[in-house]
């Protein structure tokens, strides 16, 4: 009876053993998310969705990659992310400038202080666009850890900071469009949402003359159109985000939303999908 109790404790000590990530054993490493990320059951952006992830997470991952995904672990969940949304730094800047200071909208022309890559996203994952020579005129747009979002010509992609000339000897500014009469401060709330980092009014008219037109001088007809028409169609409401840059970095949701537009706008607030 005793070697039989004793095989019983044995077998299920083993099947909790098995259950508990050898991570120790299988050669593993912290690794943080970029942004926030959806974390998949199989390496590829059609398996089933298993959760989203919010940046800046620390994220467990084997030394196992596959189709450009990492196998991962978070929290009690296991399962496989975009490898280009994982970085070894916390803030995620990746061979980014290392002065975050620099961080905030500035929107005037500046130039590289040497030969750089310009890249489709914030990190040395992304795929170089061009190689731009030294002091070729970009237009920056904003600094986030260490990335300059820019435009070369018509072409626009990031820049480490490290290669930006005069970036330190300018003033983050708050972008303002072509003028459409009064300038008047518009709320970014509606419903207990903030659309701050996708929404703007003075940019949202200025981007979109037939909303100008209505809306001119009504700051909250205009953030009302915008949340119930304005993200459905797809419509830039800030100069700082654009819609199709974002779906551009963010191949994942892509492939969960397609052209559904509005939990793009959402995600990107940091708003629940399930809010409405």
Not at 3 to 11: E, F, N, R, Y
Not at 83 to 108: A, F, I, M, P
Not at 264 to 276: E, F, R, T
Request: proline share 5%; net charge negative.
């Amino acid at each position: 009876m005793k070697k039989l109790l004793s095989a019983a404790v044995c077998a299920a000590a083993l099947v909790l053993f098995m259950a508990i990530p050898a991570f120790a054993n299988d050669g593993t490493t912290t690794m943080y998310t970029v942004t926030q990320v959806v974390m998949y059951s199989e390496p590829s952006y059609t398996s089933t969705p298993i959760q989203v992830i919010p940046q800046g997470m620390d994220i467990i991952c084997y030394q196992k990659q596959q189709n450009g995904f990492d196998h991962c672990f978070y929290g009690s969940s296991q399962g496989w992310i975009a490898s280009q949304l994982l970085s070894k730094v916390r803030n995620g800047n990746e061979g980014g400038g290392q002065d975050n200071s620099l961080n905030g909208t500035y929107n005037s022309t500046m130039h590289t202080s040497e030969g750089v890559n310009l890249r489709s996203g914030p990190g040395l994952k992304y795929s170089v666009i061009a190689l731009l020579d030294g002091n070729a005129p970009i237009f920056v747009y904003n600094v986030r850890d260490g990335w300059a979002e820019v435009d070369y010509g018509m072409t626009h992609g990031y820049v480490s900071t490290d290669f930006v000339a005069e970036l330190n000897h300018k003033t983050p500014v708050t972008p303002v469009g072509p003028s459409v009469g009064p300038v008047v401060s518009g709320t970014t709330v509606y419903n207990g949402m903030d659309f701050k980092n996708v929404y703007n009014y003075n940019d949202y008219l200025a981007l979109n003359p037939d909303v100008a037109a209505v809306y001119n001088g009504n700051p909250a007809g205009a953030l009302s159109h915008f949340v119930t028409c304005g993200m459905k169609e797809g419509r830039q409401a800030s100069y700082s985000w654009k819609l199709s840059d974002y779906k551009a970095m963010h191949p994942d949701y892509v492939a969960i939303f397609g052209n559904n537009n509005v939990p793009y706008y959402k995600i990107a607030c940091g708003i629940p999908l399930s809010v409405n």
